[in-house]
């Protein structure tokens, strides 16, 4: 890649924070750093990723409002865990975590394992309980 | 406090701090340099093993190897310490602040709140460096970024203990004796026979040049066995590896030639040099598939198939195959 077609292809996704480091050559083939702010197939890529997250979300959204399932649901996804990394943040078996993604085993938690909750997800437990 | 600690921006978290602590402690080492000496570059598909339900692809070696490799070559000595609980793991980074010693630590992107929301994924093998502390507030030099970052306590307690792929366990690190006689032109040659060695001869499939060509045979079915939708987010997978943040372009090739150049300079060897823009036209590809994943991703194929994008694989591999072969028979 030469120093001049390094992409500067903007889509906002570093928050005009920084650029990051490519390397690439110049007109005498000499290698140096170039910053970029971008390039369309890497944001392409990230946005798909995120678009995924987005539409798990959406669809917890969905079964947390038909009553299938408890807000802690929507709280794991929307910090990107599954079972067994939320499992191991708190310290309880998978199998009780699947137990309090449901309304009834949610409702039921003593005030520790909320507030242990809100803790790992870095929210109140007041936050916990919605799903906004 | 804050130690008087340069910090320049790098692309790869790891062979930036390299650069950045062995600059510190009177080695300097380019992040180029450090990616060869380290024997960085690599490639490996493992199918079986799924992060967020997507099969692994690396364009490196693993995680905290460059590190263990560079100090071998270069005969640097380094304390790594994790720790039992966040109060322990503090007190020993307070403790090395104090004495005038920058740290180095695996930390979880995803608690790093400085770093733009898109890119905080659960990454739990993100290298910084702490260099200060002023009241509640650590002074973070992370090597992606352009700028030094501050962090505060809780903040930074809740990235050096994140769970998962893997448990961080507050690990930290700095080195304890960088010698004064470093033979950096033996250490480059150990790098580069290393890493040669690898691309070009492991036997099994899934590493090394070989695994490309793996990589491309599956790519080929991605469309039929998995459908359309589920068959673009395995691709979009590969590229995400490939170019996100840290790999300085083409999966560290670009990055790699850097490394042969300023090899060939400093072993006086002019073999290299040509070396290095042949890996740069194989990054030049990289690219190019990069680029058409994306189309694919897109849905503006324009009739390009996966086989297409397979048969580009293919090529790579086989140029990267015969690229590594003709350094590894290479005498220095």
């Given at each position: 890649?030469?120093?001049?077609?390094?992409?500067?292809?903007?889509?906002?996704?570093?928050?005009?924070?920084?650029?990051?480091?490519?390397?690439?050559?110049?007109?005498?083939?000499?290698y140096g750093t170039v910053g970029s702010s971008g390039w369309e197939p890497e944001n392409t890529v990230l946005n798909q990723a995120w678009d995924e997250i987005n539409k798990k979300?959406?669809?917890?959204?969905?079964?947390?409002?038909?009553?299938?399932?408890?807000?802690?649901?929507?709280?794991?996804?929307?910090?990107?865990?599954?079972?067994?990394?939320?499992?191991?943040?708190?310290?309880?078996?998978?199998?009780?975590?699947?137990?309090?993604?449901?309304?009834?085993?949610?409702?039921?938690?003593?005030?520790?394992?909320?507030?242990?909750?809100?803790?790992?997800?870095?929210?109140?437990?007041?936050?916990?309980?919605?799903?906004? | 406090?804050?130690?008087?600690?340069?910090?320049?921006?790098?692309?790869?978290?790891?062979?930036?701090?390299?650069?950045?602590?062995?600059?510190?402690?009177?080695?300097?080492?380019?992040?180029?340099?450090?990616?060869?000496?380290?024997?960085?570059?690599?490639?490996?598909?493992?199918?079986?093993?799924?992060?967020?339900?997507?099969?692994?692809?690396?364009?490196?070696?693993?995680?905290?190897?460059?590190?263990?490799?560079?100090?071998?070559?270069?005969?640097?000595?380094?304390?790594?310490?994790?720790?039992?609980?966040?109060?322990?793991?503090?007190?020993?980074?307070?403790?090395?602040?104090?004495?005038?010693?920058?740290?180095?630590?695996?930390?979880?992107?995803?608690?790093?709140?400085?770093?733009?929301?898109?890119?905080?994924?659960?990454?739990?093998?993100?290298?910084?460096?702490?260099?200060?502390?002023?009241?509640?507030?650590?002074?973070?030099?992370?090597?992606?970024?352009?700028?030094?970052?501050?962090?505060?306590?809780?903040?930074?307690?809740?990235?050096?203990?994140?769970?998962?792929?893997?448990?961080?366990?507050?690990?930290?690190?700095?080195?304890?004796?960088?010698?004064?006689?470093?033979?950096?032109?033996?250490?480059?040659?150990?790098?580069?026979?290393?890493?040669?060695?690898?691309?070009?001869?492991?036997?099994?499939?899934?590493?090394?040049?070989?695994?490309?060509?793996?990589?491309?045979?599956r790519v080929a079915n991605y469309e039929q066995k998995y459908g359309q939708e589920e068959a673009k987010k395995y691709l979009g997978n590969i590229v995400r590896m490939q170019e996100?943040?840290?790999?300085?372009?083409?999966?560290?090739?670009?990055?790699?030639?850097?490394?042969?150049?300023?090899?060939?300079?400093?072993?006086?060897?002019?073999?290299?040099?040509?070396?290095?823009?042949?890996?740069?036209?194989?990054?030049?590809?990289?690219?190019?598939?990069?680029?058409?994943?994306?189309?694919?991703?897109?849905?503006?194929?324009?009739?390009?198939?996966?086989?297409?994008?397979?048969?580009?694989?293919?090529?790579?591999?086989?140029?990267?195959?015969?690229?590594?072969?003709?350094?590894?028979?290479?005498?220095?």
């Open positions: 890649m030469k120093k001049k077609d390094v992409p500067q292809d903007d889509e906002n996704l570093f928050e005009g924070k920084f650029k990051v480091v490519k390397y690439a050559l110049d007109d005498e083939g000499n979300v959406e669809a917890t959204l969905k079964k947390i409002e038909a009553g299938e399932l408890s807000p802690l649901a929507y709280h794991m996804e929307k910090n990107i865990m599954d079972l067994g990394m939320l499992s191991q943040y708190m310290d309880i078996s998978k199998r009780n975590i699947g137990k309090h993604l449901e309304p009834s085993g949610f409702n039921s938690l003593e005030q520790k394992t909320l507030e242990k909750y809100a803790e790992v997800f870095d929210i109140s437990v007041e936050e916990l309980k919605k799903t906004e | 406090m804050k130690i008087d600690f340069e910090h320049r921006q790098s692309a790869h978290c790891e062979t930036g701090v390299i650069s950045n602590l062995m600059r510190h402690h009177g080695l300097d080492i380019s992040e180029p340099l450090a990616l060869g000496i380290g024997s960085g570059l690599f490639f490996s598909h493992m199918p079986f093993i799924k992060v967020s339900g997507l099969p692994v692809t690396t364009y490196r070696i693993m995680p905290g190897d460059i590190f263990k490799k560079f100090s071998k070559r270069t005969g640097v000595e380094m304390k790594r310490e994790k720790f039992s609980s966040p109060e322990k793991a503090m007190d020993a980074l307070d403790a090395c602040l104090d004495q005038g010693l920058p740290v180095g630590m695996l930390t979880s992107v995803f608690y790093l709140p400085y770093l733009p929301r898109a890119f905080r994924f659960h990454f739990n093998a993100h290298n910084i460096v702490i260099y200060g502390k002023e009241g509640n507030d650590y002074l973070v030099s992370d090597p992606i970024l352009e700028k030094p970052e501050v962090i505060d306590r809780r903040m930074l307690i809740r990235a050096r203990f994140a769970k998962g792929m893997p448990n961080t366990n507050g690990r930290m690190y700095y080195p304890t004796h960088v010698p004064k006689d470093v033979d950096v032109n033996a250490a480059i040659i150990k790098g580069l026979k290393y890493t040669a060695k690898d691309m070009a001869t492991i036997p099994v499939s899934l590493f090394g040049g070989k695994a490309i060509g793996y990589l491309a045979g996100e943040i840290g790999t300085g372009g083409a999966g560290f090739r670009f990055m790699f030639g850097a490394f042969l150049q300023e090899a060939s300079g400093r072993l006086g060897n002019p073999m290299l040099h040509k070396k290095s823009l042949e890996i740069t036209k194989i990054g030049d590809m990289w690219r190019n598939f990069a680029y058409d994943c994306g189309r694919m991703v897109k849905g503006r194929a324009n009739g390009m198939t996966y086989q297409d994008l397979a048969d580009q694989l293919s090529d790579i591999g086989r140029r990267e195959i015969l690229f590594f072969q003709s350094i590894h028979k290479m005498k220095f």
